[in-house]
C-alpha cells in the first residue's frame, strides 16, 4: 500500500488480513483504478494478480490461482525451463484465455448486478455455488449448479413478469413455455421450440443436463465452458427483462 500510495484510499484496519479485505474490497469495486509501478501505470486489478502470481510456489498455489483466473476468462502464462532431472514449468503471468470481445468478466459482474436488482436470491445462490464448485476442483457440482440456475433464472422471469399465469405452471419447461408463448423467448429466431425441434434453449438445457453429478465424468475445461455458456445466456435474458419492465 505505501509502495503504491493508496493509505488514502484503503484505510488500514489493525491486522494485514482486515487490511488485505478492505484492499480487495477497493480493488473489486474499482477494478480499473490506475496504480503507478516502477512498470508504468497499471490497473489496481491487474497489480493485485501479479502480486498473487509472484507469491505462489506450490503446484496446489498455481492450480487454485489458476481456477480463480479461468472463471473470468485468463489463463497462467508458463515458461519452460531445463531442470536437473525433468523439465520445469515457471508461471510468469497470465493472458486472456478468450478474445475481449466475449467479455466474460464484464457480463459475471453485470450479470450479478442484474441478479441482486431484481431480487433474484435463490438463483444467484446456484450461480456463486458453481463458481465456488469450480475452484475446488467439484466439476460435476460445477456442472449440476450451471443447470439449476438457468433453470432458476428462466422460473424467476416468468414468475416476476407473469405472476398470474406462471403461478399455474410448475416445472420449469412449462414455464419456459410460457415465455415462449408470451414473445418473451422468441420462436421465430429459434430461442425455444416446442418438441424435438433444433432451438438454442431447450438444447442448452439437454447439454447442461448430460453427465449427472457422479465424480469422474466431467472436466475442467468442460465445467469452465458451461459456465461461461449460462452467464452470457443469464446476462442477455436479464437485460431482455430490464427492457420488458420498463414498457
Same mark, same amino acid.
Given at each position: 500500500?505505501?509502495?503504491?500510495?493508496?493509505?488514502?484510499?484503503?484505510?488500514?484496519?489493525?491486522?494485514?488480513?482486515?487490511?488485505?479485505?478492505?484492499?480487495?474490497?477497493?480493488?473489486?469495486?474499482?477494478?480499473? +483504478?490506475?496504480?503507478?509501478?516502477? +512498470?508504468?501505470?497499471?490497473k489496481i486489478s491487474d497489480l493485485l494478480i501479479e502480486y498473487a502470481i509472484s507469491r505462489c510456489e506450490e503446484y496446489e498455489d498455481w492450480s487454485k490461482v489458476e481456477r480463480y483466473l479461468n472463471i473470468d476468462g485468463y489463463s497462467l502464462i508458463r515458461?519452460?525451463?531445463?531442470?536437473?532431472?525433468?523439465?520445469?514449468?515457471?508461471?510468469?503471468? +497470465?493472458?486472456?484465455?478468450?478474445?475481449?470481445?466475449?467479455?466474460?468478466?464484464?457480463?459475471?459482474?453485470?450479470?450479478?448486478?442484474?441478479?441482486?436488482?431484481?431480487?433474484?436470491?435463490?438463483?444467484?445462490?446456484?450461480?456463486?455455488?458453481?463458481?465456488?464448485?469450480?475452484?475446488?476442483?467439484?466439476?460435476?457440482?460445477?456442472?449440476?449448479?450451471?443447470?439449476?440456475?438457468?433453470?432458476?433464472?428462466?422460473?424467476?422471469?416468468?414468475?416476476?413478469?407473469?405472476?398470474?399465469?406462471?403461478?399455474?405452471?410448475?416445472?420449469?419447461?412449462?414455464?419456459?413455455?410460457?415465455?415462449?408463448?408470451?414473445?418473451?423467448?422468441?420462436?421465430?429466431?429459434?430461442?425455444?421450440?416446442?418438441?424435438?425441434?433444433?432451438?438454442?434453449?431447450?438444447?442448452?438445457?439437454?447439454?447442461?443436463?448430460?453427465?449427472?453429478?457422479?465424480?469422474?465424468?466431467?472436466?475442467?475445461?468442460?465445467?469452465?465452458?458451461?459456465?461461461?455458456?449460462?452467464?452470457?445466456?443469464?446476462?442477455?435474458?436479464?437485460?431482455?427483462?430490464?427492457?420488458?419492465?420498463?414498457?
Amino acid at each position: 500500500m505505501i509502495e503504491h500510495n493508496l493509505q488514502s484510499l484503503v484505510t488500514a484496519q489493525g491486522t494485514i488480513n482486515k487490511t488485505i479485505l478492505e484492499l480487495k474490497i477497493f480493488a473489486t469495486s474499482n477494478p480499473d +483504478y490506475i496504480v503507478k509501478t516502477d +512498470y508504468g501505470d497499471k490497473k489496481i486489478s491487474d497489480l493485485l494478480i501479479e502480486y498473487a502470481i509472484s507469491r505462489c510456489e506450490e503446484y496446489e498455489d498455481w492450480s487454485k490461482v489458476e481456477r480463480y483466473l479461468n472463471i473470468d476468462g485468463y489463463s497462467l502464462i508458463r515458461e519452460k525451463k531445463e531442470g536437473l532431472f525433468k523439465p520445469k514449468f515457471i508461471v510468469t503471468g +497470465y493472458t486472456a484465455s478468450l478474445p475481449s470481445f466475449a467479455q466474460i468478466a464484464q457480463s459475471a459482474s453485470e450479470l450479478e448486478e442484474l441478479l441482486s436488482k431484481n431480487n433474484f436470491i435463490t438463483t444467484m445462490r446456484h450461480l456463486e455455488s458453481a463458481r465456488k464448485n469450480i475452484v475446488q476442483e467439484q466439476w460435476e457440482a460445477a456442472n449440476s449448479q450451471c443447470r439449476t440456475f438457468l433453470e432458476s433464472l428462466t422460473d424467476e422471469i416468468a414468475n416476476k413478469l407473469y405472476p398470474d399465469e406462471a403461478a399455474t405452471r410448475k416445472s420449469g419447461l412449462a414455464k419456459r413455455q410460457l415465455l415462449a408463448d408470451k414473445g418473451f423467448l422468441s420462436r421465430e429466431k429459434h430461442e425455444f421450440g416446442d418438441g424435438n425441434g433444433q432451438t438454442f434453449l431447450p438444447g442448452l438445457v439437454k447439454l447442461l443436463h448430460t453427465d449427472g453429478s457422479h465424480p469422474g465424468v466431467s472436466t475442467h475445461e468442460d465445467a469452465i465452458f458451461r459456465l461461461q455458456l449460462v452467464v452470457v445466456t443469464a446476462s442477455l435474458f436479464l437485460k431482455r427483462l430490464e427492457l420488458q419492465k420498463g414498457k
